[in-house]
Nanobody, 124 residues
C-alpha cells in the first residue's frame, strides 16, 4: 500500500521561497515517476512538475519554469518541490502523486496514488 504525505506548505509573501516535501511509503517509490499538482479554489487540478523514476528527466509547467524545481531522493523515498519567487497566483493546495510507471505524465488521471495536499498561500 502506497501512502504519500506532503509537508512544507504555509503562508508566505510574494518573492519568498518554500520547499515542499512528499514522503512515500511502500517499496515502489524508486521505480515510480512522481508528480506535483495544484488546485486553486474554483479551478481544476493542474500539473506543476514531474520527475522520472531515476530523477534524470523532469518536466515543469510553463507557469513555473525557472522558479520551481522538482527533485527526488530515492534513498529517502522523498520527492521535493523547490519553489522560488512565489507569486500570489501560486496560491493553491499542492498535491504529491505517484504513478505505476517510470515515465512522467502531465495528466492527473494517469497517477495512481495521491497525498492529502498541503496549502500554499502567497500574499501580495
Amino acid at each position: 500500500q502506497v501512502q504519500l504525505v506532503e509537508s512544507g506548505g504555509g503562508l508566505v509573501q510574494a518573492g519568498d521561497s518554500l520547499r515542499l516535501s512528499c514522503a512515500a511509503s511502500g517499496r515502489t517509490f524508486s521505480s515510480s515517476a512522481m508528480g506535483w499538482f495544484r488546485q486553486a479554489p474554483g479551478k481544476e487540478r493542474e500539473f506543476v512538475a514531474g520527475i522520472s523514476w531515476s530523477g534524470v528527466t523532469t518536466s515543469h509547467a510553463d507557469s513555473v519554469k525557472g522558479r520551481f524545481s522538482i527533485f527526488r531522493e530515492n534513498a529517502k523515498n522523498t520527492v521535493h518541490l523547490q519553489m522560488n519567487d512565489l507569486k500570489p497566483e501560486d496560491t493553491a493546495i499542492y498535491y504529491c502523486a505517484q504513478r505505476d510507471s517510470r515515465a512522467i505524465s502531465i495528466v492527473a488521471l494517469e497517477y495512481d496514488y495521491w497525498g492529502q495536499g498541503t496549502q500554499v498561500t502567497v500574499s501580495s
